[in-house]
């Protein structure tokens, strides 16, 4: 089992750039795919990108197709979520968490474990 504590929120201006990182301590780290999810106050948490555990493959929501881009290094137990142009509506407490052992990846919280504590991303117009 891992542990994963995301950092890199903070406040931005609409347009600007973030990298939100998720270091994993525990073992194993390579073996799980990552999820990258958002919660904005009294919505639901949605998903926003995902990678395999191999790193081959990327996912991401349609709302943040072609200005965030996921990426893990398996050599640090970290992956990163490098967010661009960002919006007032990428506001939100932004977790990360891990897949089943070898399992692929989805986009519902469900299938994912071992959430972090979360970082906040805030951004103004």
């Known amino acids: 089992q891992v542990q994963l504590q995301e950092s890199g929120g903070g406040l931005v201006q609409a347009g600007g750039s973030l990298r939100l990182s998720c270091a994993a301590s525990?073992?194993?780290?390579?073996?799980?795919?990552l999820g990258w999810f958002r919660q904005a106050p009294g919505k639901e948490r949605e998903f926003v990108a995902a990678i395999t555990w191999g790193g081959s493959t990327t996912f991401y929501a349609d709302a943040v197709k072609g200005r965030f881009t996921i990426s893990r290094d398996n050599a640090k137990n970290t992956v990163y979520l490098q967010m661009n142009s960002l919006k007032p509506e990428d506001t939100a407490v932004y977790y990360c968490a891990t897949t089943r052992i070898l399992s692929s990846i989805g986009s519902s919280p469900a299938e994912y474990y071992n959430w972090g504590q979360g970082t906040r991303v805030t951004v103004s117009s």
């Open positions: 525990g073992r194993g780290f390579a073996m799980y795919g």
